[in-house]
């Protein structure tokens, strides 16, 4: 029996998404416009990177072929074109968001077909009734923030008075979120969690899709740093995703990093977590070696988009792009007859974009597995296709939502 791997690299877009100027985000491109940027020398950063963008393990499994679909031009790179040894493709989004639950739960199969609440940008942002009562209930003296902000600008700003008051920083984005930083020892990690707990139970009425603890430690502006311990508490998915149908037929899904949050933990056996996309890539080594035939490695890779995308770091991105790049052949070499590796995104959060939100974009479908055919899968009208081809893959019946293209990648051999 085949086993498959489905690495998200967290906010990768690669453009083109046809309803793009409905989010204001005609003409976003994450890779095009990273590869561009390297290009000119505006990828370039002293000790960390230089030069043409160098990503040859992606761009021989067709990456910047998918991106071509997408409707991108030739993507400057310092390698040639080399002959592709993969499947690649592009996937549109349906849903109608463009957030991470959205394109994770498309991906496993399940379109968001419903709109999320969100936060209006004024100040303060959160309804009084709801603030109050989360002060309330959460014993507390106050909250700091309320109001639209980037997470690392607020702990900044706001990071000392939250020390000194015992009042948690509370903000929202663009996206459907109430996001809580608190400090891990002065206001206490599990504290933090209790209240954001609280907090999901109160904004459920509203239809707000995540609460996200952001656990930060440091003691001034210029030392406070986010820690691995995030958690996001999400609504679940609306129906069974691809995880339930493996967890229903006695298969194993093993979620790297925030995949278990993401789905609020159903359909996911086990959950492996790591400090930055080095930690969770070596997570996910350490599932393929351990998954048995049937099961399911489910990986996110989310510094792309929260260190990177979200801050606008070209250099940043960049690098990581060609750190993860470097590290892929060590999961090609673990791949065993049978088995399915796809790559993809959940959005685009292109560093070049005004602002510092996600951009609408198509996402890349990479991927190869020992017998299975390489070249175009064309582009998928959703990104239910993905999950569809792997519950294909791995024998379990598919879903409503999406087409698998299991048969043309076998068939084609």
């Known amino acids: 029996m085949a086993r498959a791997f489905l690495f998200v690299l967290d906010s990768f ?14 003409g976003s491109d994450t890779f095009g416009h990273i590869a561009s940027a390297c290009a000119r ?15 040859p393990n992606m761009e021989a499994l067709g990456l910047g072929r998918a991106a071509l679909l997408a409707g991108g031009k ?37 379109p968001v077909s419903f709109d999320w609440g969100y936060f209006p940008e ?7 009734a709801l603030t109050d009562a989360a002060i309330r209930e959460g014993g507390l003296p106050g909250i700091l923030g309320n109001c639209h902000a980037s997470g690392t600008e607020i702990m900044a700003r706001l990071g000392e008075e939250h020390i000194r008051t015992g009042k948690p920083i509370c903000y929202t984005s ?26 999901r139970r109160l904004i459920d009425p509203l239809n707000i899709g995540r609460v996200i ?20 508490y999400a609504v679940p998915p609306p129906e069974p995703t691809l995880l339930d149908r493996l967890a229903g037929a006695g298969r194993q899904v093993i979620g790297i990093g925030k995949i278990g949050d993401i789905f609020a933990h159903r359909g996911v056996g086990e959950v492996r977590k790591g400090a930055g996309n080095m930690a969770l890539f070596d997570a996910a080594l350490g599932a393929m070696d351990d998954a048995k035939a049937g ?26 792009l060609e750190a993860f790049d470097r590290r892929l052949p060590e999961a090609l070499a673990r791949l065993q007859n049978g088995d399915l590796l796809i790559l993809t995104a959940d959005h685009g959060c292109d560093p070049s974009w005004k602002g510092t939100d996600h ?33 294909e893959h791995l024998g379990i019946p598919t879903g409503p939502h999406g087409t698998s293209f299991h048969a043309a990648l076998a068939g084609n051999a």
């Open 41 to 55: 020398g505006d990828g370039d950063r002293d000790g960390l990177r230089g030069g043409p963008l160098d990503l």
């Open 359 to 391: 951009t609408r974009e198509q996402v890349p479908v990479i991927g190869t597995g020992p017998g299975l055919a390489s070249g175009s899968i064309g582009t998928r009208r959703t990104y239910a296709d993905i999950g569809e081809t792997i519950a």
């Open 213 to 232: 603890a952001r656990p930060f430690v440091g003691e001034t502006k210029e030392t406070f740093e986010r820690t691995a311990n995030r958690r996001d």
């Open 174 to 199: 663009a996206d459907s979120v109430f996001q809580i930083a608190a400090h891990e020892t002065h206001f206490g990690l599990e504290r933090l969690y209790e209240f954001c707990g609280i907090v």
């Open 74 to 110: 030739d993507v400057p790179s310092r390698n040639d074109a080399p002959p592709t040894t993969g499947f690649f493709g592009s996937a549109q989004e349906v849903s109608k968001g463009k957030d991470t639950p959205s394109g994770h739960w498309e991906i496993a199969g399940v």
């Open 295 to 320: 099961d399911l490695v489910f990986a996110n890779f989310v510094d792309f988009d929260m260190l990177y995308g979200h801050r606008r770091d070209i250099p940043g991105y960049a690098a990581a």
């Open 122 to 128: 004024t100040v303060p942002t959160f309804p009084a």
């Open 13 to 26: 877009g690669i453009g083109g998404a046809p309803d793009a100027v409905s989010f204001g985000d005609r």
